[in-house]
Structures are given as C-alpha cells and as structure tokens.
C-alpha cells in the first residue's frame, strides 16, 4: 500500500470515530431528555399541590432541554455539514487515488520498459565488451607484427646501406678498372671482355635470313646457331659460300637455337644471302 493509500484508510477511521462520537452524545442527550422529561411528569402528577412551584420549575427545566436539543440539532447540523465536507473530500481524494493509480500504473509500465530497455543495454554493452576484448587482442597482435615488421625494415634498410655502400664503391673500382684498361689499350665495353674471356666454340650453321635495315647501312642476318651452341652476345663468324669468303658477322642477339647478327665485313663484289654457310672455324 502507497503513502496516499494509508492517509486515507488513516482518514476513514477518524472520520467513522467522530461520527461514532456525535451520535452517541446525540443519542445520550435524546435519552436524559426522555428520563427528564419521564421524572418530572411523575413529579407533577405526585405533587399537584405544588403544581405551581413544580411548574415553574420544570419550564426551566423545559427551557435548558429545548436549549440542550437546539444546540444539538444546531451540533448535529453542524456535523452533518463536517460529514458532508468530508465525503466531498473523500470523494476527490478517491479520484485523486485513481489519477494516482492510474499514474502509478503507467509509471510502473515505462520502469518495466526501461527495465528491459537497460537490460537489452546490458547485453549489447556485454558484446560490446566482448568485441573490445577481440579488439585489443586483435591490435596487440597487429602491434607486436607491427613491431617485428619494423626490426624486419631496419634490418633491411641496414642491408640497403650496405648494399649501397658496397655498390658505390663497386662502381668506384668499376671506373678505377675502366681507366686502367683504357689506358692500358684494353677493351672496356663487356660484351667485347665476354668475348675475349671466352672465345666462341667450333661450330657451322646456316644463314636463315639476311635483310638491310630500313633506315641505314646496316644488315643483318638471322643464323641457326644459339646460345645452345655456346654462342654470345660479341661473338664473330666467318661467312661462307662454298669456299669463296663473303664477310664476317657479330652476334647482337642471342637465343637458345637462333641468333641475329649484324655484317661487320663483306668482301669485294659479295652480298650474304639465305643459305650461306656460317663458321666459327678459322
């Protein structure tokens, strides 16, 4: 039971008390009235000679009775205006309880609401919590990756600088041997070193195809002998048509069984064709 609901029960009594209370006196006074009244009958019939004094004496008696029962029908009234203005109160303050109920129900229907809004808010933050978990683990492992990538590039930039350091310094020597052979008369371009550090092998192939560049003087022949063969990029041949020389080539381009070579020489009055024999024979 709520506050509101005890003061009323609480107002209930006291009102039932006071109308206990009136009703008695009332109740009292209607009886000593009727004792009264019943006494001084008997005492006038008893003592009609002394009608006169006894007259006199119960019209007093008779003025503070009326008086007495006015001043309790004015009591009476009085309380039955008090009554009346209490049920007019109690009457509002019965509404007052059902505005109040009604009030409190529809309080206790949005705390339930919000009660479940909070739990569903529990359990979302309890998966929240969850991802978090998954989350930081997930960023401590991406850190600690991080971290060993980090050491991982500064190996590699340390290996980089090195490799720099040794680079530029190999391209120092690289120099320093390039003028040294330049001034000691010896090839300094690779492909002629390649060449001289290793001579072609003996072999004999065949001219597939010879054309003249488009723009230029240059021809160029295609020969079926290779890199398979132990050819390179530098190496010469000699150019035969049966036994009359028709020139000398060296390889541009060197494939596993094909090569393409540029005329380096030709002999008076000689074009190389499709079908000549090429060598590396002397």
């Given at each position: 039971?709520?506050?509101?609901?005890?003061?009323?029960?609480?107002?209930?009594?006291?009102?039932?008390?006071?109308?206990?209370?009136?009703?008695?006196?009332?109740?009292?006074?209607?009886?000593?009235?009727?004792?009264a009244y019943i006494g001084a009958n008997d005492k006038?019939?008893?003592?009609?000679?002394?009608?006169?004094?006894?007259?006199?004496?119960?019209?007093?008696?008779?003025?503070?009775?009326?008086?007495?029962?006015?001043?309790?029908?004015?009591?009476?009234?009085?309380?039955?205006?008090?009554?009346?203005?209490?049920?007019?109160?109690?009457?509002?303050?019965?509404?007052?309880?059902?505005?109040?109920?009604?009030?409190?129900?529809?309080?206790?229907?949005?705390?339930?609401?919000?009660?479940?809004?909070?739990?569903?808010?529990?359990?979302?933050?309890?998966?929240?919590?969850?991802?978090?978990?998954?989350?930081?683990?997930?960023?401590?492992?991406?850190?600690?990756?991080?971290?060993?990538?980090?050491?991982k590039l500064f190996g590699i930039e340390l290996q980089?600088?090195?490799?720099?350091?040794?680079?530029?310094?190999?391209?120092?020597?690289?120099?320093?041997?390039?003028?040294?052979?330049?001034?000691?008369?010896?090839?300094?371009?690779?492909?002629?070193?390649?060449?001289?550090?290793?001579?072609?092998?003996?072999?004999?192939?065949?001219?597939?195809?010879?054309?003249?560049?488009?723009?230029?003087?240059?021809?160029?022949?295609?020969?079926?002998?290779?890199?398979?063969?132990?050819?390179?990029?530098?190496?010469?041949?000699?150019?035969?048509?049966g036994d009359k020389y028709l020139g000398r080539v060296?390889?541009?381009?060197?494939?596993?069984?094909?090569?393409?070579?540029?005329?380096?020489?030709?002999?008076?009055?000689?074009?190389?064709?499709?079908?000549?024999?090429?060598?590396?024979?002397?």
């Amino acid at each position: 039971m709520t506050f509101l609901g005890k003061v009323l029960v609480v107002v209930h009594l006291v009102l039932s008390v006071m109308f206990m209370a009136f009703a008695g006196a009332v109740f009292t006074a209607q009886t000593n009235y009727q004792k009264a009244y019943i006494g001084a009958n008997d005492k006038l019939k008893a003592a009609a000679s002394a009608a006169q004094a006894a007259q006199t004496a119960l019209q007093s008696q008779i003025d503070d009775a009326v008086k007495e029962r006015d001043e309790v029908k004015n009591t009476n009234t009085a309380l039955q205006g008090q009554v009346a203005a209490l049920t007019a109160d109690n009457a509002r303050l019965d509404s007052d309880n059902k505005g109040l109920k009604t009030n409190f129900d529809t309080q206790r229907t949005v705390a339930e609401l919000n009660s479940q809004e909070a739990e569903e808010r529990v359990k979302e933050a309890q998966i929240q919590r969850a991802r978090n978990v998954e989350l930081n683990k997930s960023r401590d492992d991406t850190v600690t990756d991080l971290n060993v990538l980090r050491d991982k590039l500064f190996g590699i930039e340390l290996q980089l600088a090195q490799a720099k350091t040794k680079y530029d310094q190999m391209l120092r020597d690289n120099a320093t041997m390039r003028a040294f052979l330049a001034s000691n008369n010896l090839p300094t371009d690779i492909r002629r070193m390649t060449v001289s550090a290793s001579p072609p092998p003996e072999l004999d192939g065949e001219v597939l195809e010879a054309r003249k560049e488009t723009k230029g003087n240059r021809v160029f022949v295609e020969i079926s002998v290779g890199s398979d063969d132990g050819l390179v990029v530098g190496h010469t041949l000699t150019v035969y048509r049966g036994d009359k020389y028709l020139g000398r080539v060296r390889l541009e381009d060197v494939r596993p069984d094909v090569s393409v070579a540029v005329v380096i020489e030709t002999a008076p009055n000689s074009t190389i064709q499709k079908d000549d024999h090429v060598t590396t024979r002397f």
